[in-house]
């Protein structure tokens, strides 16, 4: 954590009496945080051992231990959450702290040419709940077309009408406003709704969509093209994590162990019957084994999951043999690596107190509405109040989209404490020559998300050792097209700000150009094409490592049942088995995989 970052805490904390600590904890009960007790006597095996406990692995864990007969050991590499976790608007700090792992990919030709060392920040969650506890919170589902792409592949049972039901037993939805009946959930762990705080910024940007042709909607709904309000993993304003919703409420089964700091190092497979009989880990410095009479659940995310697996034995073979390790599996895992860039740069000026900055939720008013009510700015997650998902001239199909459009109350020249651009990779350097000069003008932003792109990455082991982090390729805008669309987002994001809804605030485009495009004419096509490559970022949403696919699939690692390939008793469960990233923010996408993941185990073991 850089010293800015610590300073703004600080000054948040320090503003807090011990009378508002107490209430801080109050809240949290009533979210129904049991304590976690950390296991560190492990039986000799389980029923079930789970590998992760983020969206996917927490989802499995809450259903697998409903039934009393199973034991269910969870194993954590992270910690635990804290208060300053629950925080939604500051979300982005939560990615400079010890809750991620800090992955950063290699250096690319192709894009993150203008961050720090020229390398892509890649995030991901290492805690009681993965990455929702560092993401932005915002709930969405994906496009149906993208489920049912899913089942033309020949992952059969992965429909939009087969899935649906399990994004709605997820959901408790019971605050949400405006939306589709029929596709929310009111009864489920996880707690769903809007922001307690609406800038007036918001109302513009719907009616700019509408002037567009498109409808104010529900984009968990009957159709996601068009405009909304953001839908949050929220609770009374505070961050609703998967360890919120699925594993504080069990944390007193009998039949659950969870281990927090333990660091997965091998998945004990059979050479020769390729039967999983167990897990090694480290916990404090100390190795353990324990057996499992019936599936090791893989969920460890779509980085640490291939690398697991390829550190058991299961992998391509060329790249085993390389760092001497025995094929037990030939499969390509670690390929197939997808996500979601994103532009979050573009800052738009305005004449008014408006927007959302560092320095202006620094006042006793806002952080006591947030402590005592949950409302107030500091319930909007990451920033962000509104989204659109809207199709460029370059989409094919009428009812999917190929852009997200996300409206930030604040924008890069008001992170004068740096966590923002911590998060992203951006250079002090470029701070100061094209966002400082501005860093007191009022502003927000309007970020462009390449939904569906055609590029597609690796994660590809470096040696044997398993503390060792793998390496990431993931070939950003390897293809021309993908920065053609992300070039036709950003055009149709100025053209929102500068549409006569954002007039009276006098929206004005940050036009000091980025140091490596200086050399061509600002705005213009080429431009863009530039500034994309120099400074689009990551949305955390890598996906696809350990693909989905019939067995006709050569490049499927699980089938639809997720169990490896030639492997017996191991599932993985997680973002990685997406045969396709889908057209949306992945979170609850994860959580739904982790709740058909239960039904299938559980049929399957039901009677046995």
């Known amino acids: ?103 950063k990919s290699e250096r690319l030709k192709t894009a993150c040419l203008g961050l720090i060392d020229k390398r892509c920040n890649m995030p991901r969650g290492k805690a009681l709940g993965g990455t929702s506890v560092i993401n932005f919170l915002l709930y969405t589902r994906g496009n149906k077309l993208d489920f049912d792409q899913w089942a033309s592949l020949g992952n059969k049972g992965w429909s939009y009408d087969e899935v649906l039901p399990y994004f709605i037993k997820s959901e408790n939805c019971t605050k949400c406003r405006d939306i589709d009946e029929d596709y929310h959930g009111k009864r489920g762990y996880l707690n769903v709704e809007h922001p307690g705080y609406e800038s007036p910024l918001v109302k513009l940007f719907i009616e700019a969509g509408k002037d567009l042709g498109y409808q104010n909607l529900d984009p968990n709904g009957r159709s996601e093209l068009g405009f909304s309000r953001v839908q949050a993993t929220m609770k009374n304003g505070a961050r609703c994590s998967a360890s919120k ?181 951006i250079p002090q350097s470029l701070f100061d020559q094209v966002y400082a000069p501005h860093a007191y003008t009022p502003a927000f ?42 070039v036709e987002g950003i055009k149709m994001a100025i053209s929102i700000a500068q549409s006569r809804h954002f007039q009276k605030y006098n929206a004005t485009l940050n036009r000091i150009p980025v140091p490596g495009c200086r050399n061509v004419p600002f705005g213009s096509d080429s431009y863009w094409a530039c500034a994309v490559r120099q400074i689009a970022t990551t949305l955390g949403h890598q996906v696809g490592t350990c693909k989905m696919g019939p067995d006709t699939d050569p490049d499927a690692v699980v089938d639809a049942q997720l169990k490896v390939y030639g492997i017996k008793g191991l599932r993985v469960v997680d973002g990685s088995i997406m045969p396709n990233i889908v057209a949306g923010h992945t979170n609850a996408v994860i959580m739904m995989i982790g709740e058909k993941a239960a039904d299938m185990i559980k049929d399957e073991w039901r009677n046995k």
């Not at 107490?22 to 006597?41: F, M, P």
């Not at 927007?355 to 008013?365: C, H, L, P």
Request: net charge positive; charged share 20%; hydrophobic share 40%.
């Open 245 to 425: 919703a699925f594993l504080r409420p069990i944390s007193q089964r009998p039949n659950l162990h969870v281990s927090i700091r333990t660091r997965v190092t091998k998945i004990l497979i059979d050479p020769k019957t390729k039967q999983t009989y167990g897990v090694e880990f480290l916990k404090n410095r100390k190795k353990y084994t324990v057996r499992v009479r019936k599936e090791v659940v893989l969920s460890a995310g779509s980085i640490n999951s291939p690398h697991l697996l390829m550190l058991s034995g299961v992998g391509p073979r060329k790249d085993l043999k390389r760092v001497q390790i025995p094929v037990i599996q030939d499969l390509k895992v670690g390929y197939n690596l997808q996500d979601h860039m994103a532009m979050s740069t573009l800052a738009f000026l305005v004449n008014e107190s408006v927007t959302i900055s560092d320095r202006g939720v620094q006042n006793s008013m806002d952080i006591f509405n947030y402590i005592l009510n949950g409302r107030g700015p500091y319930t909007i997650p990451g920033g962000a109040e509104a989204l659109a998902f809207i199709r460029t001239k370059f989409a094919q199909v009428e009812s999917y989209p190929d852009m997200e459009l996300v409206l930030g109350a604040g924008a890069l020249n008001g992170d004068l404490y740096g966590s923002l651009r911590s998060l992203l990779g």
């Open 1 to 103: 954590m850089n010293y800015r970052t610590v300073v703004v805490l600080l000054t948040i904390l320090t503003r807090c009496s011990a009378q508002l600590v107490n209430l801080v904890s109050d809240l949290r009960r009533s979210l129904g945080d049991g304590e976690i007790k950390d296991t560190v006597n492990f039986d000799s095996d389980y029923d079930f051992v789970v590998v992760g406990a983020g969206s996917g692995g927490s989802v499995v864990v809450n259903r697998l231990t409903e039934n009393p007969k199973w034991s269910v050991l969870l194993l954590e590499a992270g910690n635990d959450e804290m208060f300053l976790t629950d925080v939604p608007l500051i979300a982005s700090i939560q990615t400079i702290t010890g809750y991620n792992w800090g992955y």
């Open 445 to 486: 932003s309007i970020a462009t998300v390449l939904m569906r792109p055609k590029s597609a990455g690796r994660v590809l082991i470096k040696d044997s050792n398993p503390l060792h982090w793998p390496l990431l390729l993931p070939n950003y805008f390897e293809k021309e097209e993908d920065v053609a669309v992300m």
